[in-house]
C-alpha cells in the first residue's frame, strides 16, 4: 500500500523569504509524485508532478520539487513567496497499476505574512 | 473552455437520506474520477470511472456507488447518510484513465453537510 505524510500541517513564512514543504512517500513499488494547490473555496489545481527523468522537477508560479529516491522524499519549494502562495499544498502519490487510484497527504496551510 | 463543473454546490440532507451529485468533465476527457475531502484532511479516493466503466474502487462501503453516461458525465450517489459523510466532494476529470502521470483536472466541489 502507498501513503504520503506532510510533517507540517502550517507553515508560516514572510513574503518575499523561500519556503520548503516537505513530503515523504511510501511505496514498494515505482511511484508518480504531484503536488497540488488549493485556494479556499475551491477545487485543487496541479503545480507539478514528477514521472521520470530529471530528479528537479519545475512548476507553475515559481515552485519546483526535488525527487530523492534514496529518502522518499520530493519537497516543494520556492525562492521567494507572495502573498498570493497562501494556501493549502497536497503532496500526492500514484503507484504504478491500470487506474489512477491518487493518494493524498493530509495538506499544509501556508500562510504569508505581509 | 469550460472546466470541470459539479452540481449542487452546497447541499444539506439529513442523516438516512440518499443523495446524487454530478460532475460534467472538460469537453474531450473520458475519465472522471471522485474523491471525498472531509475538513482538515486530504481528499481520499472514492472511484474512477473510464469510458462508463469502473476502473478503481477506494475503501468505501458499498453505499456509496457512482456511474458514466455516454457523454462521460458522472452521477455519485450515496445510501443512508451519516454525519460522517459530511464532507467536500471533488470530481477531477482527465482524457485517458489508464495511462499513469495523465493530469487530472479538479472542479470546484460539491460541499455536502449531513445533519
Known amino acids: 500500500a502507498q501513503s504520503v505524510t506532510q510533517l507540517d500541517s502550517q507553515v508560516p513564512v514572510f513574503e518575499e523569504a523561500p519556503v520548503e514543504l516537505r513530503c515523504n512517500y511510501s511505496s514498494s513499488v515505482s511511484v508518480y509524485l504531484f503536488w497540488y494547490v488549493q485556494y479556499p473555496n475551491q477545487g485543487l489545481q496541479l503545480l507539478l508532478k514528477y514521472l521520470s527523468g530529471s530528479t528537479l522537477v519545475k512548476g507553475i508560479n515559481g515552485f519546483e520539487a526535488e525527487f530523492n529516491k534514496s529518502q522518499t522524499s520530493f519537497h516543494l519549494r520556492k525562492p521567494s513567496v507572495h502573498i498570493s502562495d497562501t494556501a493549502e499544498y497536497f503532496c500526492?502519490?500514484?503507484?504504478?497499476?491500470?487506474?489512477?487510484?491518487?493518494?493524498f497527504g493530509t495538506g499544509t496551510k501556508l500562510q504569508v505574512i505581509p | 473552455d469550460a472546466g470541470v463543473t459539479q452540481s449542487p454546490t452546497h447541499l444539506i440532507k439529513t442523516r438516512g437520506q440518499q443523495v446524487t451529485l454530478r460532475c460534467s468533465p472538460i469537453s474531450g476527457h473520458k475519465s472522471v474520477s471522485w474523491y471525498q475531502q472531509v475538513l482538515g484532511q486530504g481528499p481520499q479516493f472514492i472511484f474512477q470511472y473510464y469510458e462508463k466503466e469502473e476502473r478503481g474502487r477506494g475503501n468505501f462501503p458499498d453505499r456509496f456507488s457512482a456511474r458514466q453516461f455516454p457523454n462521460y458525465s458522472s452521477e455519485l450517489n450515496v445510501n443512508a447518510l451519516l454525519l460522517g459523510d459530511s464532507a467536500l466532494y471533488l470530481c477531477?476529470?482527465?482524457?485517458?484513465?489508464?495511462?499513469?502521470?495523465?493530469?487530472?483536472?479538479f472542479g470546484p466541489g460539491t460541499r455536502l453537510t449531513v445533519l
Open positions: 477531477a476529470s482527465s482524457l485517458v484513465g489508464d495511462r499513469q502521470g495523465s493530469e487530472q483536472f
Open positions: 500526492a502519490v500514484i503507484t504504478s497499476g491500470g487506474y489512477q487510484k491518487v493518494t
